[in-house]
């Protein structure tokens, strides 16, 4: 086994989780694989030191390419589909709509921060950014959010 399978087989439950909170869960597994693989293949791998922390970032990274190219896919559907009718879902769509109308910065400090119960400073370690970008995430996710579900 390479030293690379081993680092992917140490840290991909943990990044699969996080890609889950920015991507979902469809998706999540093929965002980290990519990542990994992208990280692997860099001209830098070999002088990152903290290669836990590049992995979250890569895979940061990845989930913008991500949701650029689905809302992309999306209004290609959009803008050819027939209008159709659908019954309401249990779950509240308006906090689905409004956590997707989330930056993808905010919605991995939100994920890190509540789903995974993380301090600040654990979820910048991840990340690899600086702890007042972290809080300066979550209060205008916060901010986006109160506004978002309180119109």
């Not at 909170?21 to 992208?38: E, I, K, N, S, W």
């Not at 922390?53 to 992309?72: F, P, W």
Request: positive net charge.
């Amino acid at each position: 086994m390479t030293e690379n399978e081993d680092i992917y087989r140490k840290h991909s439950e943990e990044l699969v989780r996080f890609a889950t909170g920015l991507v979902g869960p469809f998706d999540a597994q093929d965002v980290v694989t990519d990542a990994c693989l992208r990280a692997f293949q860099s001209r830098h791998w070999a002088g990152v030191s903290n290669r836990r922390a590049y992995l979250y970032r890569s895979v940061l990274n990845q989930a913008r390419s991500h949701h650029r190219s689905t809302m992309r896919r999306r209004i290609r559907e959009q803008s050819n589909a027939q209008p159709l009718t659908v019954t309401p879902s249990p779950i509240d769509i308006d906090v689905l709509r409004a956590i997707d109308q989330l930056s993808i910065q905010q919605r991995a400090s939100v994920f890190l921060t509540y789903w995974e119960d993380l301090r600040p400073a654990e979820v910048a370690a991840r990340l690899s950014i600086s702890e007042g970008s972290v809080k300066r995430h979550l209060a205008r996710a916060r901010a986006r959010l109160k506004e978002l579900l309180h119109d």
